[in-house]
């Protein structure tokens, strides 16, 4: 009974042995199948082109090297027009109404002294501004650099020599004095000389004006001129002796300047300009077209308020000669000409547009670049087989 056991026992244990190696097989078999059966489905696959087809020559190797090449230039011409931000101009009608116009200018006389250089305003509506000069300072400039000195010597009430009215009784500057003797009418080369508020005027040739102004949103023009100006019956007039002109030199640097606040990267086109009267002196005139411009720096940003310009500019001379007359005869023609007397300076003429320029800074975005090299991908894949194909590499 007990040999009965034993061979009941083992026969169980072999069984069950036997029982894990039969699942495995099964398992590895069921495996097999499945991979022949996708193996089966893969249209791409090479197993039924021999060897030879399957591997690539010397000719398409240096096809996919051109291609790499390509692609790559492709992909960093991409990622830089991604970094770079570019500016997208809008033209609307301008519709602001009764704003004020802010001129910065920074302009060098290096043939002046400061005593005959003074600022002046005018425009279309009327509004005339002698002298204005109550935001511009005077320096003396001499050889490309301004000297850090008092340009007036001020005087406890300095006398006005004759020229006191009811609302002015004290002439301390210089300044002060030639605008009291031009509202009388009166010369001012005497004083300008003999005054001892314009002693440091006379010294050196040389004048730096830089400085803001304020004017009427409107067309007009702000000067630099010989003589005295001043306004009578509603005409603005340069008081000045004919015999000055041929000494008033408009030699001239414009270090600067600007209509509004400029922004990041605006364009300054008279900056840095430099006029030299070598033969004969005359009148500078620059025509400027402002353009008001509404830019803003990023969709998030304020938007902020400036003017760009663009100008044109004209020279005459102080004896400029014009044909009057021309007579003609069957020898020869004979011309007479009539010389014209001109007011020499320096005038900036502007005019404003009836549009505003809306300019705002644009970035391509990240899933636009994402696109874009994709594109180049498929694209330079798409050629380069077409191009194996038609070499038949």
Not at 134 to 155: F, L, S, Y
Not at 310 to 320: A, I, K, M, N, Y
Not at 334 to 344: N, Q, Y
Request: overall charge positive; proline content about 4%.
């Amino acid at each position: 009974m007990s040999e009965g056991l034993r061979k009941r026992g083992s026969l169980s244990s072999s069984a069950s042995a036997s029982a894990p190696s039969s699942s495995s097989s099964s398992s590895s078999s069921s495996s097999k199948r499945i991979a022949k059966v996708v193996k089966a489905l893969d249209v791409y696959s090479n197993s039924k082109v021999a060897r030879e087809f399957t591997e690539a020559s010397d000719r398409a190797k240096q096809l996919s090297r051109f291609g790499y090449a390509v692609m790559g230039v492709l992909l960093v011409s991409e990622v830089r027009a991604y970094l770079r931000v570019e500016e997208r101009d809008h033209m609307v009608v301008d519709t602001t109404l009764g704003e004020r116009l802010n001129i910065t200018l920074n302009v060098s006389f290096p043939a002046l002294k400061c005593s005959q250089v003074h600022l002046d305003a005018m425009d279309v509506a009327g509004d005339y501004h002698p002298y204005m000069e109550q935001h511009v300072r005077k320096r003396r400039w001499r050889e490309g650099r301004i000297i850090e000195e008092p340009e007036e010597t001020n005087v406890e009430c300095g006398s006005c020599f004759g020229a006191e009215t009811t609302t002015l009784k004290c002439c301390d500057t210089c300044e002060s004095l030639t605008r009291a003797y031009a509202a009388k009418g009166w010369s001012t080369g005497d004083v300008k000389r003999n005054a001892p508020q314009c002693a440091q005027h006379n010294e050196a040739k040389g004048c730096n004006l830089a400085g803001w102004l304020e004017v009427n949103k409107v067309g007009g023009n702000f000067h630099v001129a010989l003589g005295e100006s001043t306004v009578r019956d509603n005409r603005f007039i340069h008081q000045f002796n004919p015999t000055d002109a041929p000494a008033f030199n408009v030699s001239h640097v414009i270090h600067d300047l600007s209509f509004g606040d400029p922004y990041p990267g605006m364009a300054l086109p008279l900056r840095g300009m430099v006029k030299n009267c070598r033969e004969s002196t005359g009148l500078y005139q620059y025509f400027i077209k402002l353009v008001p411009t509404l830019y803003t720096s990023s969709p998030s940003a304020a938007p902020f308020r400036t003017t760009r310009y663009s100008f044109t500019h004209r020279f005459r001379p102080l004896q400029q000669q014009q044909e009057a007359v021309e007579h003609r005869d069957h020898h020869a023609h004979a011309r007479a000409h009539a010389p014209t007397a001109l007011l020499p300076g320096v005038f900036w003429v502007y005019d404003l547009s009836a549009f505003m320029v809306q300019v705002t800074r644009h970035r391509p975005t990240l899933t636009h670049l994402i696109v874009r090299v994709c594109a180049i991908v498929g694209g330079v894949t798409t050629i380069l087989g077409a191009v194996a194909r038609l070499l038949g590499l």
